[in-house]
């Protein structure tokens, strides 16, 4: 049923890709299970926004080596010298099938400052410090400076991070839809339970052709 508060407005959609970094995927240190098969999806998405002129953000995580950053839950392994999303390594860059550019490589001290690096034409990378994309990052200013009211989801990995973020973007009135086939983790009860607070649930090919 349509809902003029909560129907996606794709003229002036972003795309928000979570967490889909090289450590995550099959036989990373910290492989999320789902996440690699989930990058082709991504593609679509990020190929389909890039046509499109549309806003990219890519989320990421950077756990520094010391854990002063880290979650309370994996900061003892960190600090431990368990190496996982190192500012620095490999691992902790962009999955390739995201970049628009391979050479292209995460400035890690200003996005741990707190800074938006420009990736390419209205394709940035902002860092965040917790689960959500909205807690302590310029996620929102640099949205709303855009015009953009309706946010697509995708990424790693839905229990955790991108359920946090889309319950944070439903709190600040962005209208949300989530690339069911683009984000690891998924479920069926999770599908319900983002339904019942008004978000859409859609294929990648299908937010393509209606973007």
């Known amino acids: 049923m349509s809902n003029p508060y909560t129907d996606p407005d794709f003229p002036t959609a972003a795309l928000i890709t979570i967490d889909t970094q090289r450590d995550v995927l099959d036989g990373g240190p910290l492989e999320i299970a789902g996440t690699s098969a989930a990058l082709d999806p991504i593609r679509v998405l990020v190929d389909a926004f890039r046509d499109a002129g549309?806003?990219?953000?890519?989320?990421?995580r950077l756990y520094r080596a010391?854990?002063?950053?880290?979650?309370?839950?994996?900061?003892?392994?960190v600090e431990e010298g368990g190496h996982v999303l190192t500012p620095g390594t490999p691992g902790s860059q962009l999955?390739?099938?995201?970049?628009?550019?391979?050479?292209?490589?995460?400035e890690d001290e200003s996005l741990l400052s707190?800074?938006?690096?420009?990736l390419g034409p209205r394709?940035?990378?902002?860092?965040?410090?917790?689960?959500?994309?909205?807690?302590e990052t310029p996620l929102e200013e640099h949205l709303r400076d855009q015009g953009v009211t309706t946010l697509i989801f995708c990424g790693c990995n839905f229990p955790?991070?991108?359920r946090t973020?889309?319950?944070?973007?439903?709190?600040?009135?962005?209208?949300?839809v989530v690339a069911r086939d683009a984000v690891s983790g998924l479920y069926e009860r999770g599908e319900?339970?983002?339904?019942?607070?008004?978000?859409?649930?859609?294929?990648?090919?299908?937010?393509?052709?209606?973007?």
């Open 54 to 60: 549309r806003p990219i953000v890519h989320v990421v």
């Open 66 to 77: 010391d854990g002063a950053n880290v979650d309370p839950c994996r900061r003892k392994e």
């Open 95 to 106: 999955a390739p099938p995201l970049l628009p550019d391979p050479d292209l490589t995460l």
């Open 114 to 118: 707190g800074g938006v690096q420009a």
């Open 123 to 135: 394709e940035s990378a902002i860092y965040k410090p917790r689960w959500g994309a909205f807690y």
């Open 160 to 162: 955790n991070c991108p």
């Open 165 to 176: 973020s889309i319950y944070e973007a439903s709190e600040r009135d962005f209208r949300v």
């Open 192 to 211: 319900g339970e983002l339904a019942g607070i008004g978000v859409h649930l859609l294929g990648s090919a299908e937010v393509a052709e209606r973007l």
